[in-house]
């Protein structure tokens, strides 16, 4: 920050009078007014000077004058140079703009002196010739009287504007000034020009005026109501761009209504707004809200989340837990009117201060680091396979290696299931016999946070359901494609079939009245699931759909996921995951209804949850299958576009840790893997999800073989979830396929388009249960009654048959009910 003028103020208190210079001097006249000082310096979005050129440093009582003043915010002391010769030891000299400096060190300040080479040093002084001087880059220091007093006839002739144009430069042939506009924590809003007219109708207003090169004076925000409260201008370090620091009113600075033109804001800005508007208009059940009010609850949070930092050790997990602690210390913030800005003012004053304390923590915090914990032995670094960093798959010849070699290639990450069956039977026992306040709970535990209802009933409202109009396009495309595809498979027709002369027997379909489709949110929040399960259920007639899902850390649900629910008519939506989810939709609590059958995917917790409840006759509740962690496995010949074949590979890598990929390279040399692995590097690192997708490919494999038989013979004993074929002639190699989920075909048929909008399913069986299941169908959701209409003629044809097959059995009460009847008709 540069500012051409140092605004020269006599009493403290005229800090706050100084108009948009981004620095002023103060004189310290009495050692009083160093509170005064100081309690500025905590408000003031500038930097300030003190002059101390009257005073010395000769004992401990100014010497602490000195300290108070550098400690708290002050950036720099005007000092003669003898007390700048006694404090030297103490006070670093960037901090010391002294008077009379002329044979100073390079990186000092100096006062008062024009002759001096500018070099590092940054040279202020009352000059006769102020703008001269400013524009060789010296800062004039000037009194403030001076400078807000208007000239006869001025116009933008004002001291300040004058100032101000005479240290900028501009190399435009329109002689306009380029203009940052930040807000005040320095984030950029937007870039626009500056005139000296547009200067002075700046600081005339108070306002964010600027020279739009087409249209003459632009007053932001005079039609969109978007304006700006000008707080501060300043200089970038050549001079050569101005800086509008402003307080931005409305929508946001960008004509898009974002805050900023280069996008919405994100990270601590975005939490910041939210926080803000959840306390100013927080909806009733907004966890937010709650904190806001509950101070206990805000307070124990944030005590917890300050433990789970200390307990993280990975990357992901540290990244995790600070974020959290993070929301919490700003709602806390937010609670009591503390902005960031005010925050990184606080940071900005710590970083002044000249002096520090010792660092040591506080006894009771010592005790517990040293008693409650032993030092946790570094983790392992994450599996890396080639340790030089490279994300790579493993590579096995099939043509040479072993079977045994290549069976380990294709077994799944271990899933320790008596392990997970141990953690998932109390936590199911517990929402069985405690209902909504065990899930409550668990939520509370596993997902961090507390709820006051673990369910929502439709109809949900429309502010849960805001959503970009390019998602709805999305989802409706989607919706429409899944639902024609899964009405195709749907029976509605009864089957009739005379299996001899007066048997008929049929088969007719009936949606099973209430389902649960469990929707993951633990590492993704997968909106595209809640329409894989609950379409086919609107398709098959189901009564009752309801839908449970992990919320987010802020309470709420996903508003994809309730726009889904609100399209398919769910009765409910459970905000719960994992086991303790699929309990409560098993055995039904007081406010989740009991379901017939519980569908969708999800984590070890969930699937074995579903296992465990479905193995439960006091549950009376079926399942739809395994499925677990994704998985793909690709075909791939020397045809295949190695880009598209890595970024299938990625696609599902990035699921989770426990996904796998495999890779089957049919006839392919090792330059031509090699290209694949390349691929699969350079796309990895672009992903926000490196780090999953680091963990996952160093349990994946590329298999070599020799053929097309060997590879659909691999595929059919491996049974992924997902087959892709990047091959020639792909279509014609499908009849190989024995077992898979869902085949894609092709170059052109990435796994994506199936996870999301071309129509078919993408709940499907994991961990090579594609050997007996198929993925989530129309008739997931039904059952099948069979009726059969018998004759007298049938029962002649057929009823000897079944006396004799009666009797073998030695059940004759069996017998007898045709023989009865048999008789009577004169059969027999
Ligand atoms: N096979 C398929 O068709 C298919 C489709 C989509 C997603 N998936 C898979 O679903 C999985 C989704 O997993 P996820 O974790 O992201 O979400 P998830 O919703 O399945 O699980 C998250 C829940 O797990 C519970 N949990 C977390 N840690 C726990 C612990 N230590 N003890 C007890 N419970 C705990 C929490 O309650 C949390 O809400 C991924 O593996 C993904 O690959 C599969
Ligand atoms: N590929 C997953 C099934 O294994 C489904 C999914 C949802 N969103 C993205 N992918
Ligand atoms: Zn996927």
């Given at each position: 920050m540069v500012s051409p003028i140092l605004v020269s103020v006599a009493q403290p208190r005229d800090v706050l009078s100084v108009p948009f210079v981004s620095e002023v001097l103060v004189s310290l006249k009495a050692a009083a007014a160093v509170q005064e000082i100081v309690a500025l310096a905590k408000e003031y979005l500038g930097q300030i000077y003190v002059d101390w050129t009257l005073g010395s440093a000769e004992n401990d009582n100014e010497i602490d004058i000195v300290l108070a003043l550098l400690n708290n915010g002050v950036s720099g002391l005007f000092v003669t140079s003898a007390v700048a010769e006694q404090i030297r030891n103490r006070v670093p000299n960037a901090r010391l703009v002294i008077k009379d400096g002329k044979d100073a060190a390079e990186n000092i300040c100096v006062f008062g002196e024009t002759e001096v080479k500018i070099g590092k040093r940054r040279v202020f002084g009352y000059f006769e010739q102020p703008l001269q001087q400013i524009a060789r880059g010296y800062t004039a220091v000037i009194e403030l009287d001076q400078l807000t007093k208007e000239y006869e006839n001025a116009g933008t002739k004002t001291p300040f504007v004058e100032c101000y144009v005479a240290a900028m430069n501009t190399d435009r042939p329109d002689g306009l000034y380029t203009t940052l506009v930040t807000d005040s924590r320095n984030q950029a809003l937007g870039l626009v020009y500056s005139s000296k007219k547009s200067i002075a109708e700046a600081i005339r207003t108070g306002s964010g005026v600027y020279q739009s090169r087409k249209h003459g004076l632009w007053y932001k925000g005079q039609t969109s109501g978007a304006t700006q409260k000008l707080l501060q201008l300043e200089l970038d370090c050549d001079s050569d761009c101005l800086k509008f620091v402003v307080e931005q009113a409305g929508a946001g600075f960008c004509h898009l209504d974002t805050a900023s033109c280069f996008g919405s804001s994100k990270g601590l800005a975005a939490l910041e707004a939210t926080l803000w508007d959840r306390k100013a208009n927080a909806p009733e059940g907004s966890y937010t809200k709650r904190l806001f009010e509950d101070e206990k609850l805000l307070n124990a949070k944030i005590r917890e989340e300050a433990d789970e930092l200390v307990e993280a050790t990975s990357k992901d997990e540290i990244a995790w837990e600070a974020a959290d602690l993070v929301y919490f210390a700003l709602a806390r913030c937010v609670k009591y009117g503390v902005s960031l800005a005010d925050i990184e003012r606080n940071l900005d004053i710590k970083a002044l201060k000249v002096t520090r304390r010792k660092g040591d923590a506080k006894a009771k915090y010592v005790e517990q680091e040293t008693t409650e914990k032993k030092p946790e032995e570094p983790k392992e670094p994450k599996e890396s396979v080639n340790g030089d960093g490279r994300i790579v798959m493993n590579r096995v010849d099939a043509t040479t290696a072993s079977k045994e070699d290549i069976e380990k290639c294709l077994q799944r990450p271990i899933q320790k299931s008596a392990d997970i069956m141990n953690l998932v039977t109390p936590i199911v026992e517990k929402v069985r016999i405690e209902g909504d306040a065990a899930l409550v709970e668990l939520t509370a535990k596993f997902d961090k946070v507390q709820l006051n209802s673990p369910v929502l009933n439709a109809p949900f409202p429309a502010e849960m359901m805001h959503i970009s109009e390019d998602v709805r396009k999305a989802i409706d495309i989607s919706f429409a494609n899944i639902k024609t595809f899964h009405e195709a498979q749907n029976q509605a027709e009864t089957l009739r079939v005379e299996?001899?002369?007066g048997v008929v027997c049929s088969r007719f379909a009936r949606p099973i009245e209430r389902v649960g489709c469990y929707i993951p949110g633990g590492t993704a929040v997968l909106p595209s699931t809640s329409l894989m399960l609950s379409v086919p259920a609107l398709v098959a007639g189901c009564k009752d759909i309801v839908f449970a899902s992990p919320p987010g850390k802020d309470g709420r649900l996903t508003p994809e996921v309730v726009y889904v629910a609100h399209k398919v008519g769910a009765k409910c939506i459970v905000l719960a995951g994992g086991a303790q989810a699929v309990a409560a939709m098993a055995y039904g609590t007081e406010s989740v209804p009991k379901c017939d059958k519980i569908m969708g995917p999800g984590n070890q917790f969930v699937t074995a949850a579903k296992m465990l409840v479905s193995n439960d006759s006091n549950a009376m509740c079926a399942i739809d299958m395994p499925a677990g962690p994704s998985e793909v496995l690709v075909v791939a010949d020397k045809y295949a576009d190695p880009d598209f074949v890595a970024s299938d590979l990625l696609s599902q890598a990035e699921h989770g840790v426990d996904s796998q990929v495999i890779l089957i390279a049919v006839d392919m040399t090792s330059a031509e893997i090699d290209k694949i692995d390349e691929a699969v590097h350079r796309q990895a690192l672009q992903l926000p999800r490196v780090e999953i997708v680091r963990q996952c490919i160093a349990h994946s494999t590329t298999i070599i073989v020799n053929s097309y038989d060997e590879a659909f013979d691999m595929s059919n004993r491996y049974a992924p979830e997902h087959l892709i074929l990047q091959i020639q002639?792909?279509?014609?190699?499908?009849?190989?396929?024995?077992?898979?989920?869902s085949v894609f075909v092709g170059a052109y048929s990435p796994e994506s388009c199936g996870d999301y909008s071309?129509?078919?399913?993408?709940?499907l069986p994991t961990y090579g249960y594609a050997r007996m299941y198929s993925g989530v169908n129309t008739t997931t959701f039904q059952k099948f009654i069979t009726s059969q209409v018998v004759t007298k003629e049938g029962l002649k044809s057929i009823g000897k048959a079944v006396m004799d097959l009666a009797a073998v059995e030695g059940l004759d009460a069996h017998r007898n009910a045709v023989k009865i009847r048999m008789e009577k008709l004169g059969y027999i």
């Open positions: 299996t001899c002369p002639d792909a279509e014609k190699w499908v009849d190989k396929v024995d077992n898979a989920g071309s129509g078919t399913n993408h709940t």
